[in-house]
């Protein structure tokens, strides 16, 4: 009887997987957090339908940063499911996204989507944005309004102009080939955040275009997607003053670059 069991239990091991070769555990794949950030400002009517309009999916938390809005926009935040964070002093476009990118960081974010809570931008495409992140295919995805149509969106023509020649330009200057250097629609993963100092850039608007400046100078791999636009009364956009002096300050970063870049002085924004 002894025998008998010793011979089944000996049988019944021999059939279990022996190495990794015959039955390799399986180790579930670690999952990578999704986190958007939505800079805000005076953005009360917007904010929500550009919340519901994200697909539940795309995300594991939403982290809004408004700056010192005198609407009702922390308000709305507070009635939605997301991370609210409010700036007691206006700091501008850009020094809303270093706290954006830096809390999202924080907590433990591998990939950042920036939209504006404006509902200009297309909120629905947030997964395609995210995709070749997650495929390993890129390190940073813009959602280019210039694959699509944005003057049947609504975009004045002048800002289409100055668009297409700015980006022609600064493309000519990095060697690149973006079809628009100017959305605020992006993704980026953590890799490609930490290999940059987003900290030493501007607090306004030009901190979108430094910071692609700063991830061309690293290396990083771009991808575009085209994204369809809304032009309308209750989105925020800058006027033709104000165009005016972000083009001239696109210029003086250009400048920057080639200075940088040659050797004349190395700036720490670059570095």
């Known amino acids: 009887m002894i025998e008998c069991l010793a011979e089944s239990l000996e049988h019944s091991l021999a059939t279990l997987p022996q190495s990794d070769t015959e039955g390799e555990a399986r180790v579930a794949t ?22 519901y309009h994200i697909p539940p999916n795309a995300y ?6 408004d700056d010192a809005s005198s609407d009702g926009t922390w308000a709305v935040a507070g009635a939605l499911p ?22 999202a960081l924080e907590r433990g974010a591998d990939f950042i989507v920036m939209l504006h809570p404006d509902y200009q931008y297309d909120p629905t495409i947030v997964e395609e944005l995210v995709a070749p992140l997650r495929s390993g295919e890129a390190d940073a995805v813009l959602a280019s309004r210039m694959l699509g149509d944005p003057l049947a969106g609504g975009m004045p ?44 850039n501007s607090e306004d608007f030009v901190f979108d275009n430094e910071i692609i400046v700063q991830m061309v100078l690293k290396q ?26 972000y083009g001239i300050k696109i210029l003086r970063t250009i400048l920057k670059y080639f200075v940088h870049r040659w050797g004349i002085h190395r700036s720490k924004q670059f570095l």
């Open 220 to 245: 990083m791999r771009f991808q575009e997607i085209p994204v369809t636009t809304r032009y309308s009364y209750d989105c925020s956009s800058v006027n033709f003053t104000e165009s005016c002096i």
């Open 82 to 103: 997301i991370t609210a964070i409010r700036h007691r002093k206006n700091r501008g476009y850009g020094g809303n996204q270093k706290t954006c990118y830096t809390r």
């Open 157 to 200: 023509w002048w800002k289409y102009v100055a668009n297409k020649f700015l980006t022609w330009l600064e493309n000519l200057a990095l060697g690149t080939g973006f079809s628009e250097f100017h959305t605020g629609y992006r993704a980026y993963t953590r890799k490609a955040l930490e290999s940059v100092n987003f900290e030493a």
């Open 30 to 51: 670690p999952h990578r957090k999704t986190i958007v950030v939505m800079p805000a400002y005076n953005a009360a009517r917007t904010l929500a339908k550009t919340y």
């Open 60 to 65: 594991d938390e939403i982290i809004l940063v």
